[in-house]
C-alpha cells in the first residue's frame, strides 16, 4: 500500500477530508483577495509533505501542471476584462490597442490564486486518499446508496482502461496495415468497448446483490480521534488564513 495512504492524513476519513475541501472552497468564495487562497494552498502542500507523506516530487508533478493553467486563465481574464476600456481606472500598460489597469489585474491575481488554491486542495485530497475507501465512506458515513457510490468507484477507476483500450485500437490497425495514429473511426471502438465494459459492471453488481436490502461489510470505515484532530485544524486554517491575509 502506498505509504501516503497509511500516513496519519491518509487515514482521516475521506468524508470528512472531503467536507474540509468544500469548506475550503466556499470560504475562499467570500473573498477576493490573493492571500487566503495563497496560505490554503500552502497550508494543502505542507500538510499532505508532513502529515501526508507524499514525496515533494510527487507534489510538483501533480500541481504544477494546475498551476500553469491557473495563471492562464488569471492572464486571460487581467487582459480582456471590461474594466479595461473604463477610462477613469489606473492604467499600468498600454500597448497599443490593448489596455492593461489596475483593478484589471487584481481581479485576474484573486481568480488565479483561487484556482490555484483549488487545484492544491484537490491534488493532496486525490494522492493522501484510497478511491475504494472513499467509496465506502460515503456508503457507511454518508450514507450514500452502494448502487450509486460504487458505480462512480468503477466509472473513476475504467478511466485508465480508455488509453490501454486506444493503444490496442491502435496497435490493431498497424496489424491490418492501417495507419496507426489518430482516426475518427477510433471514437467507434472506443464507444463500443466502453458499452461492453458497462455491460459486464452491470451485471457484476447485479450478480454480488447490490441495492437487494442490508449488506455486510468487509472494509469498515469508522470515526476516529483522527477526525476530529482533522476538523478542529481544517476550521482553524480556514479561519486564520480569511482573518490573517483577507
Keep these: 500500500m502506498d505509504r501516503a495512504l497509511r500516513s496519519p492524513l491518509g487515514r482521516v476519513s475521506p468524508l470528512l477530508k472531503l467536507g474540509i475541501a468544500i469548506g475550503w ?15 490554503l494552498a500552502a497550508a494543502a502542500l505542507l ?7 507524499v514525496p515533494v516530487d510527487r507534489l510538483l508533478r501533480g500541481v504544477l501542471p494546475l498551476w500553469a493553467v ?33 483593478p484589471a489585474v487584481a481581479a485576474g491575481a484573486g481568480i488565479a490564486a483561487r484556482v490555484i488554491a483549488i487545484a492544491s486542495v484537490g491534488v493532496v485530497f ?5 478511491s475504494t475507501r472513499l467509496a465506502d465512506s460515503l456508503v457507511q458515513q454518508a450514507g450514500v446508496s452502494d448502487r450509486f457510490a460504487y458505480g462512480a468507484l468503477a466509472a473513476y477507476q475504467a478511466v485508465p482502461r480508455f488509453g490501454e483500450d486506444l493503444a490496442t485500437l491502435r496497435q490493431a490497425r498497424r496489424i491490418r496495415g492501417l495507419r496507426g495514429g489518430w482516426h475518427p473511426r ?7 468497448l ?30 476516529t480521534w483522527l477526525d476530529a484532530v482533522a ?10 488564513a480569511l482573518v490573517a491575509f483577507g
Design 25 to 39: 472552497f466556499l470560504a475562499l468564495a467570500t473573498t477576493t483577495q490573493i492571500g487566503p487562497a495563497l496560505a
Design 47 to 53: 500538510l499532505a509533505a508532513i502529515f501526508g507523506r
Design 70 to 102: 491557473a495563471l492562464s486563465v488569471g492572464i486571460f481574464n487581467a487582459l480582456f476584462a471590461a474594466v479595461n476600456a473604463d477610462p477613469t481606472a489606473a492604467e499600468l500598460l498600454r500597448v497599443g490597442p490593448l489596455r492593461l489597469t489596475e
Design 126 to 130: 486525490a494522492q493522501t486518499t484510497d
Design 186 to 192: 477510433l471514437i467507434v471502438g472506443l464507444l463500443v
Design 194 to 223: 466502453a458499452i461492453r465494459h458497462g455491460d459486464r459492471l452491470a451485471v457484476a453488481m447485479d450478480a454480488r446483490g447490490f441495492g437487494s436490502g442490508p449488506r455486510s461489510r468487509y472494509r469498515e470505515v469508522r470515526w
Design 231 to 240: 476538523l478542529v485544524a481544517g476550521v482553524v486554517l480556514a479561519v486564520g
